[in-house]
């Protein structure tokens, strides 16, 4: 017999950080598209406001970026517990949650992985976020904001290796976090119902379903 119990997962400002980071990754996204394939996109008007617009999303990923860094470093103070895989996560944790995807679900199989607020992230959602956040988040948003100075960051654009590689750069990481969204979606349906985990992040509550048959069984 499932017994539900209610865990506060998600905080006020991590579900405030998550949403508008979003509608900045995803306006960044659908934007881009828009200026790097201007033939076969034409959402958001003319060049001159698809470039603004871009823009405006690019300052609002570096706000909450800050906003994430600053409430896990100073506030809750639990960065590295959540978002830095451990050797376990690496070596065990990493082919483990990836075989109940794959597989585990499909059948019918539990999630080796119970999210607490000390501990929201399985070894692969751990490791992605690490990199998420730790490289292409801060990539991506270097580089735009050099693209946007060229001139007075001539210098620092020269480092990397000229404006070709930068744009190059820009693009493949924004490739990587347009890719990136995509398979969070469909991750965060494989709960024991299509929207338990997005519940969470509106409400902050997580609904969690414990078996308590076998210990029926054994009285």
């Given amino acids: ?18 949403w508008l980071n979003a509608l900045g990754i995803v306006t960044l996204c659908a934007t881009g598209a828009q200026i790097r394939f201007p033939e076969y996109f034409s959402i958001f008007g003319s060049y001159s ?26 506030v809750a103070r639990t960065m590295v517990k959540l978002y830095v895989p451990t050797v376990d996560d690496l070596q065990n944790g990493l082919l483990r949650q990836s075989i109940f995807y794959f ?9 080796p992985h119970h999210p607490t607020p000390d501990n929201k992230f ?24 050099l693209l946007l100075n060229v001139e007075p960051l001539s210098g620092l654009i020269i480092m990397f290796g000229g404006l070709k590689v930068l ?3 820009h693009y493949l990481v924004a ?10 979606v ?3 349906t494989l709960g024991h ?17 414990e078996d308590h048959s076998d210990s029926h069984e054994s009285h």
């Fill in 122 to 145: 399985n070894p692969l959602q751990k490791t992605a976020y690490f990199v998420i956040m730790f490289i292409l988040v801060p990539l991506v948003g270097v580089s735009g904001l």
């Fill in 167 to 169: 744009v190059a750069l």
């Fill in 103 to 111: 597989f585990t679900f499909f059948l019918g199989g539990d999630n």
């Fill in 175 to 184: 490739c990587c976090l347009c890719a990136f969204i995509f398979t969070h």
């Fill in 193 to 209: 119902t299509m929207i338990a985990h997005f519940i969470p992040m509106w409400t902050g509550w997580e609904e969690e379903l």
């Fill in 1 to 18: 017999m499932a017994e539900k119990k209610m865990i506060y997962l998600q905080p006020t400002a991590v579900r405030i950080w998550h």
């Fill in 186 to 188: 469909y991750l965060a």
């Fill in 49 to 74: 406001s698809v470039i603004s617009l871009h823009n405006t999303a690019g300052y609002v990923v570096v706000f909450s970026f800050f906003i994430w860094l600053i409430y896990y470093v100073f």
